[in-house]
């Protein structure tokens, strides 16, 4: 069965303090990883896609790679804008897609 | 294109009602997902379309659980005889292939009450 967990559940970071949130998951043929973030009462806003070992991708300060088995979200020199959920999914083999639980990141100033 | 829309956005309502949910998606997007999110967790799949077909469904989906998606365009999610454990936000999304990225719509959050 496919799974999603994230690390850590939650996370306080001062402004401008970098860090790392993991995704690990166990799939049967990946076909995409995608990292969203989603604010309170919201849906998921879509940040990243990746699909194969190695790729990365950046979009301000955030930084998205992945490995065989985890994907980690680098955040540089976040700002108190940045608090949120920070969720992980994998599309496999199946139809459908799964979701880990999310990583609450608050930043404070 | 305004991206996926949800209707309404927030239902409240007594429990053994019936209540019906609507997502509009991408209009290009023939794949369209419903999911359902409770308070500290990530999104649970519910079912899927692939334009009007069904494909699949959640085994954890309840019976009292029906959606539709008439013309391959805009889906709805009804829930009969609703219980208090059917409160959480219900999620659409959208996608246009496999591989390619689900895009969101706001949510509509029920209560049962």
């Known amino acids: 069965e496919d799974q999603v967990t994230q690390s850590p559940e939650a996370l306080r970071l001062q402004e401008g303090e970098s860090s790392s949130l993991n995704c690990s998951y166990t799939?049967?043929?990946?076909?995409?990883l995608f990292w969203y973030r989603q604010d309170p009462g919201k849906g998921p806003e879509f940040l990243f896609t990746l699909y194969s070992a190695g790729e990365e991708k950046e979009k301000e300060r955030l930084k998205a790679t992945l490995t065989k088995k985890e994907s980690f979200l680098h955040i540089t020199a976040p700002k108190p804008e940045d608090s949120a959920t920070y969720l992980c999914a994998v599309q496999a083999d199946g139809q459908n897609f799964v979701f880990g639980p999310g990583t609450r990141l608050s930043v404070l100033p | 294109d305004t991206g996926v829309s949800q209707d309404p956005r927030h239902k409240i309502t007594k429990r053994g009602q019936n209540v019906t949910f609507r997502c509009d998606p991408i209009s290009e997007h023939n794949r369209l997902y419903w999911y359902r999110q409770t308070l500290g967790q990530g999104p649970e799949f519910l079912t899927y379309?692939?334009?009007?077909?069904?494909?699949?469904k959640s085994r954890l989906l309840s019976d009292r659980f029906s959606a539709e998606r008439p013309k391959g365009s805009f889906s709805t999610l009804e829930i009969q005889r609703t219980e208090q454990g059917d409160s959480a936000m219900y999620l659409c999304?959208?996608?246009?292939?496999?591989?390619?990225?689900?895009?969101f719509g706001p949510g509509t959050r029920l209560l049962v009450l």
């Open positions: 999304a959208s996608t246009g292939g496999w591989g390619e990225t689900q895009y």
């Open positions: 379309f692939q334009n009007e077909a069904q494909l699949e």
């Open positions: 799939v049967s043929g990946l076909r995409g």
